[in-house]
């Protein structure tokens, strides 16, 4: 999920959107894309988990290698039980695990953050405020339309999978951030044209399609040479600079199945 380096002062509200954004993703996966995330729960592959995901989005993957990970971890092996019980009962399952899953990342994060009593009460105040994803699949509540908004200052583009490669650069700096543009003209026309600039150039990351920003640490696959996000990829600064050839997780993946 998110890599934290280093203790960041985090507000309670940011864990209430980071907790949305996460709740959103997986409400998707579980509902309008139910028929998507059915195919990729396949029950001849290994154990497979479901994650909602910071930007809104989910994905199936497999578990984090690393021990103990760096976020609480999802029910593992989800896609056994898919065959061998009713469709309703199964997404019925996953919803109550997932629920589980996102109290335990939200008050993870209470809880590296220093959070006191009067902090936890009102996250979870502000948690208990919306319906469980168990409810939104199982027709008990009716699911809010706006029932999450996008996660911080991400301008989101909807471009799955094509993503700007940046300006090129020594494949060895792995940890660098993605480049700026180098037609930057003194910044005249940052506030007019940002549209313009996510379509003629921008680097947007090869996981969740959000745009580069300054502030972000960034890494680039050594094979398929995309920039990710590195709390899309779930790597730190700090562990970067241990790993001599970085593989993103679609790479990875690719290479298990040859």
Same mark, same amino acid.
């Given at each position: ?23 959103a ?11 998507k ?6 029950p ?20 984090? @290698? !690393?021990?103990?990970? =760096?976020?609480? $971890?999802?029910?593992? /092996? ?10 309703k009962d ?98 005249? @026309? !940052?506030?007019?044209? =940002?549209?313009? $600039?996510?379509?003629? /150039? ?57």
């Amino acid at each position: 999920m998110e890599g934290i380096p280093h203790p960041i002062p985090r507000t309670v509200e940011e864990v209430f959107s980071d907790f949305k954004a996460r709740r959103a993703g997986l409400i998707k996966a579980l509902t309008n894309e139910v028929e998507k995330f059915y195919q990729q729960c396949d029950p001849e592959k290994e154990n497979l988990c479901l994650y909602g995901l910071p930007n809104e989005t989910w994905e199936v993957n497999l578990p984090v @290698e !690393e021990v103990p990970p =760096e976020l609480p $971890e999802p029910a593992l /092996g989800i896609n056994f039980a898919r065959d061998g019980m009713q469709e309703k009962d199964w997404l019925s399952l996953v919803a109550v695990h997932s629920d589980s899953w996102l109290l335990a990342v939200a008050f993870y994060f209470g809880a590296r953050f220093g959070f006191g009593k009067s902090e936890r009460k009102r996250l979870f105040q502000m948690i208990n405020d919306l319906p469980t994803i168990f409810e939104v699949v199982t027709g008990n509540v009716k699911q809010p339309k706006d029932q999450s908004g996008p996660p911080n200052n991400s301008t989101k583009s909807k471009s799955s999978g094509k993503t700007s490669r940046p300006e090129p650069q020594p494949k060895a700096v792995k940890m660098s951030p993605a480049p700026p543009k180098e037609d930057d003209d003194n910044g005249e @026309e !940052e506030d007019d044209d =940002e549209e313009g $600039e996510e379509e003629q /150039g921008a680097t947007l990351c090869g996981a969740c399609g959000d745009n580069y920003a300054n502030d972000e640490f960034w890494i680039c696959c050594d094979i398929c040479e995309r920039w990710f996000h590195g709390k899309c990829v779930k790597i730190t600064p700090a562990k970067a600079e241990h790993i001599k050839q970085y593989k993103c997780p679609s790479c990875s993946s690719k290479r298990a199945r040859v």
